[in-house]
């Protein structure tokens, strides 16, 4: 079974819209700076894994929509471009220290779900999101995940 993901964004960066208007909706997920987080995409995820687009530093915080890993991590080539805010002298094509994985986008939700409602379920209570939300890369359990589906989408949910 295919694991899923949170992958938190600013959307004044890289909103979900600019993911869906990228060619064919892929863009590679770069910009990753954090060592656990570096090793959660770089070790454990994998091409089928989905993937939840959460909006951070913004008015309204919240899980917005889906993607979906299209690819096998690989090195952050910003990592290597002297004029890029993601540059690290430090890393070298050898030995680099930084990976991205390629990500597709599913959908946008009809309805976001907020870090202030999640907070509000008990059964969000031991997720990454409420209980270490500053990390970028994070595991959700497929309960979780399909909590989070039932109230973006209510229309979903069977009587």
Not at 58 to 65: D, E, K, L, R, Y
Not at 132 to 158: A, D, G, H, W, Y
Request: glycine share 4%.
């Amino acid at each position: 079974m295919s694991a899923i993901w949170l992958l938190k964004t600013e959307p004044d960066t890289f909103s979900i819209d600019d993911l869906r208007a990228c060619p064919d909706g892929t863009s590679g997920w770069d910009g990753v700076r954090n060592y656990q987080a570096r090793n959660r995409l770089r070790d454990e995820m994998h091409e089928g894994d989905c993937v939840l687009i959460y909006h951070s530093s913004c008015a309204q915080p919240a899980i917005v929509g889906e993607a979906c890993v299209v690819s096998a991590p690989y090195p952050d080539p910003s990592q290597f471009e002297e004029d890029s805010a993601g540059f690290d002298e430090r890393s070298s094509r050898e030995q680099p220290r930084w990976y991205q994985v390629d990500i597709r986008y599913l959908c946008t939700y009809p309805q976001p779900l907020s870090l202030k409602t999640l907070r509000q379920y008990a059964e969000f209570a031991d997720m990454e999101l409420v209980v270490r939300p500053r990390l970028s890369v994070q595991k959700v359990t497929e309960r979780q995940f399909q909590r989070v589906q039932q109230l973006c989408m209510p229309e979903n949910i069977s009587a």
